[in-house]
Nanobody
Framework: QVQLVESGGGLVQAGGSLRLSCAAS????????MGWFRQAPGKEREFVAA????????YYADSVKGRFTISRDNAKNTVYLQMNSLKPDNTAVYYC?????????????????WGQGTQVTVSS
């Protein structure tokens, strides 16, 4: 069992930056691939970024590539999402999730554990 708690969301102006954190508790955090997803109002939840258990490989949605960076610190049981050059359409609730599949995956059903989400609002 893994418990995930996101933090770092808030209100930011367009062009600004935020860093989201996801703290994990429970067993074997370092054995899970981690992902970030988001759900904007009236839309389905979508994939944002993923990172392997070692941090050696990452993958991004095309819409955030070059602006967002996912990283992890296994010693701190924490995964991060650095978001730069934010746009109003990045406004959403951001969720972190843990997958015990080998490698990277963008599919939500591959992620067994989910956090409660943190709100990110980007004003124009």
């Amino acid at each position: 069992q893994v418990q995930l708690v996101e933090s770092g969301g808030g209100l930011v102006q367009a062009g600004g930056s935020l860093r989201l954190s996801c703290a994990a508790s429970g067993r074997s955090f370092s054995s899970y691939s981690m992902g970030w997803f988001r759900q904007a109002p009236g839309k389905e939840r979508e994939f944002v970024a993923a990172i392997t258990w070692s941090g050696g490989y990452t993958y991004y949605a095309d819409s955030v590539k070059g602006r967002f960076t996912i990283s992890r610190d296994n010693a701190k049981n924490t995964v991060y999402l650095q978001m730069n050059s934010l746009k109003p359409d990045n406004t959403a609730v951001y969720y972190c999730a843990a997958s015990d599949r080998m490698g990277l995956t963008t599919r939500q059903y591959d992620y067994r554990y989910w956090g409660q989400g943190t709100q990110v609002t980007v004003s124009s």
